[in-house]
T-cell receptor, first 112, second 110 residues
Framework: DAGVTQSPTHLIKTRGQQVTLRCSPK?????VSWYQQALGQGPQFIFQ???????QRGNFPDRFSGHQFPNYSSELNVNALLLGDSALYLC???????????FGSGTRLTVV | TQLLEQSPQFLSIQEGENLTVYCNSS?????LQWYRQEPGEGPVLLVT?????EVKKLKRLTFQFGDARKDSSLHITAAQPGDTGLYLC??????????FGTGTSLTVIP
């Protein structure tokens, strides 16, 4: 049973560019949450998608947007990249009756 | 806004020692979780506590949820090098969203 799958694993982008990160949730999960994690710190909540709609959003600018597809997979888009956007981006899935989140291994984004 | 503060932020101990990590908040949470994260990986769920005063044990790890459901602790007995990692608490808010603590980086030296 595959857990949460994220792609790509690593990515290097230039300031001002746009990036799309992808996430496939664990089988049976219908809710996807995205987090940004700086080195050695706790993950910061970006937003959560359920039934193809953004259900909640953390304190992130509009440059961060997302999408959820009918098969529950999700994308995180970041426009006009800044150096400070360099981080590990984690996707977590959950579902009815699930205790807690299942996390993917993350996408390491480096903005240069 | 960081709702959950963990202490200590960094901890380096010898194999065999005991340790306690704290997770504190001014907010009440309906449940609280503890995760462990290794470098290059996503966090892995260790335990969920729901009831105030609840204590759960997972081998050498003991988790406690405060009576007021505002704080929690993780106690590790006889730490081993395999316990090394980033320990994260996460509280479930009224919006049904988990917010993570600041993290505690543990290093167990053989």
């Amino acid at each position: 049973d595959a857990g949460v799958t994220q792609s790509p694993t690593h990515l290097i982008k230039t300031r001002g560019q746009q990036v799309t990160l992808r996430c496939s949730p664990k089988s049976g999960h219908d809710t996807v949450s995205w987090y940004q994690q700086a080195l050695g710190q706790g993950p910061q909540f970006i937003f959560q998608y359920y039934e193809e709609e953004e259900r909640q959003r953390g304190n992130f600018p509009d440059r961060f947007s997302g999408h959820q597809f009918p098969n529950y997979s999700s994308e995180l888009n970041v426009n006009a990249l800044l150096l400070g956007d360099s981080a590990l981006y984690l996707c977590a899935s959950s579902g009815q009756g699930a205790h807690g989140y299942t996390f993917g291994s993350g996408t390491r984004l480096t903005v240069v | 806004t960081q709702l959950l503060e963990q202490s200590p932020q960094f901890l380096s101990i010898q194999e065999g020692e005991n340790l306690t990590v704290y997770c504190n908040s001014s907010s009440v949470f309906s449940s609280l979780q503890w995760y462990r994260q290794e470098p290059g990986e996503g966090p892995v769920l260790l335990v969920t506590v729901v009831t105030g005063g609840e204590v759960k044990k997972l081998k050498r790890l003991t988790f406690q949820f405060g009576d007021a459901r505002k704080d929690s602790s993780l106690h590790i007995t006889a730490a081993q090098p395999g316990d090394t990692g980033l320990y994260l608490c996460a509280g479930l808010n009224t919006g049904n969203q988990f917010y993570f603590g600041t993290g505690t980086s543990l290093t167990v030296i053989p």
